[in-house]
């Protein structure tokens, strides 16, 4: 069909893109009637005056079509003859598709990656492309994984989705390679909501010889990077509050009235879940009653349009973060617009210690997950470089500044 065409057939992007524009030619696209001789494509605003053009009636809403473009006349396009392209047994309808009607989103996400990649390009970052498929995908005791098995000459292996690329990231930094991103799909089960998807997309880079203090400065740079970026069209200020840095500790005082400490225990929290009356479990861990705590009395009360980062957290919340001389776990959050965005680490380098972390998970999750013995290979035989590294939430960043509150209405095929 498209061989039936004498010169190029051009799509209506090809054509918009095209510096000088040469009449006539044929472009092609989704059409919809506006009224009995005016016919417009979706989403471009190409408007087309079909007067000139045979059987005009005959064409169908919604079919796609190829136009001869003549010449322009007060905005509109005169035609001389079309053809229709959509299969004969097409037949139209609006129908509430999650996708219809999201073209601005496709560009603006395509642009959104593209300058991510532009400010850590110019800071000398590599982008690194990890695996999908992975032996260990990540052993903290919240996370609940997809599983599969890779077939090879009559034997099977289990395998899984990666829940993030930290494993591998950090089989990276032990082989010499300090500075480095990487935007990676990700899937973690039974995650599903205004915020959460079980397939999303993670930004996730490391800095050798960075403190959590630095990479909270490069964070912040790079909103600010991206809010100037987007001022004029999904932003309201071209210039990004200053951050507020906030310690654990210093919120509990102030909107708890309790004073947290390293060795809090798990009997402190119930008793401050029973002072303000919320409802728990007998059976929560520390981690499940700390964050009732916090989710429920303290994230209400974080300003939304000043990115606020929130440090030194309980011991028993480190995941695979250094304790401070303080004693406090050395990692970040941050929060932006009322979403939490980011999680960082001061990373632990120290095989043993990492071993007695994985086992420390692993004793705590509910299904039997492997741990990365490669990794721990690595930190063994090359060593790993005192580093932090951050993952942040893309779908929710993106959400932040488009604005929405669901992931639904910035997504192309939610689930």
Not at 5 to 24: I, M
Not at 220 to 235: H, P, V
Not at 241 to 251: D, I, Q
Not at 266 to 282: A, F, N, S
Request: hydrophobic content about 35%.
């Amino acid at each position: 069909m498209i061989n039936d065409f004498k010169g190029t057939l051009f799509s209506l992007n090809r054509f918009f893109h095209q510096k000088k524009k040469t009449l006539p030619c044929w472009v092609a696209g989704r059409f919809y009637p506006e009224d009995q001789y005016l016919f417009r494509l979706r989403s471009q605003g190409l408007s087309i005056d079909c007067k000139s053009a045979k059987d005009v009636s005959q064409i169908k809403t919604g079919h796609w079509l190829a136009v001869k473009l003549l010449f322009k006349k007060k905005n509109r396009y005169q035609i001389s003859e079309y053809k229709v392209m959509s299969s004969p047994e097409c037949e139209y309808e609006e129908a509430d598709f999650s996708y219809k009607n999201k073209g601005s989103v496709i560009k603006k996400w395509d642009l959104f990656l593209t300058a991510i990649k532009e400010f850590f390009c110019s800071r000398g970052l590599v982008c690194v492309d990890t695996p999908d498929l992975v032996p260990c995908p990540g052993t903290e005791p919240h996370l609940q994984v997809f599983k599969t098995y890779f077939f090879k000459e009559g034997e099977s292996r289990k395998m899984y989705l990666n829940t993030s690329p930290e494993m591998h990231l950090k089989k990276l930094l032990c082989q010499d390679w300090t500075d480095f991103f990487e935007i990676k799909k990700c899937y973690r089960n039974g995650e599903s909501g205004k915020l959460h998807q079980p397939e999303f997309t993670l930004l996730e880079w490391y800095r050798a010889f960075y403190s959590t203090k630095e990479l909270m400065q490069e964070t912040y740079a790079l909103l600010s990077f991206l809010q100037r970026k987007w001022a004029t069209d999904l932003s309201e200020e071209k210039k990004l509050p200053e951050m507020k840095v906030y310690t654990v500790k210093n919120l509990f005082k102030k909107y708890l009235h309790f004073t947290l400490t390293p060795h809090t225990s798990k009997k402190e929290m119930v008793h401050l879940l029973k002072k303000h009356g919320l409802i728990y479990d007998p059976e929560d861990t520390f981690e499940s009653l700390f964050f009732n705590l916090f989710l429920n009395l303290i994230e209400p009360h974080l300003p939304e349009k000043t990115p606020v980062f929130i440090t030194d957290y309980p011991p028993r919340l480190r995941a695979f973060a250094r304790i401070n001389k303080q004693g406090w776990a050395d990692r970040f959050e941050l929060y932006w617009r009322g979403v939490e965005l980011a999680n960082a680490f001061y990373e632990v380098t120290n095989s043993k210690e990492q071993l007695s972390l994985f086992k420390e998970h692993i004793k705590q999750r509910k299904d039997s997950i492997p741990m990365d013995k490669e990794l721990l290979l690595c930190m063994k035989k090359w060593g790993m470089p005192p580093c932090s590294g951050i993952a942040v939430g893309l779908d929710r960043l993106f959400l932040a500044f488009y604005g929405k509150n669901d992931l639904e209405e910035t997504r192309l095929f939610p689930l």
